[in-house]
């Protein structure tokens, strides 16, 4: 997996809480080789971390990221990398965590 680590700095605070809501997550999210993504703030800057099945896939997105940040936000820069180590808690509910167990069946 790889990912494309994008920050920003917002502009205007509201819409490019609106852009990203209504825009950008839709379209990341529908990006062939697209398998999680995090927008982060922190007072004006923006930090984006969308994770890829693929280097190929990614280095697609980081080719369109420019032209896809908003007039709410400045690009400030994007780079590819590779994804070294991926922790997440599953849920109960998740069926992933019965076959993990060998819980399932």
Request: proline residues 5%.
């Amino acid at each position: 997996m790889h990912a494309v680590v994008v920050t920003v700095t917002i502009n205007d605070a509201e819409a490019a809480q609106n852009e990203l809501r209504d825009k950008l997550v839709p379209w990341a999210s529908n990006t062939p080789g697209f398998v999680s993504g995090y927008w982060t703030i922190k007072g004006d800057s923006g930090l984006t971390m969308l994770i890829f099945d693929s280097e190929d896939a990614a280095n697609r997105m980081s080719d369109q990221a420019g032209s896809a940040v908003p007039d709410a936000m400045t690009l400030e820069n994007v780079e590819v990398r590779e994804v070294a180590a991926h922790a997440s808690r599953a849920t109960p509910a998740d069926p992933h965590v019965e076959a993990a167990t060998g819980a399932a069946d």
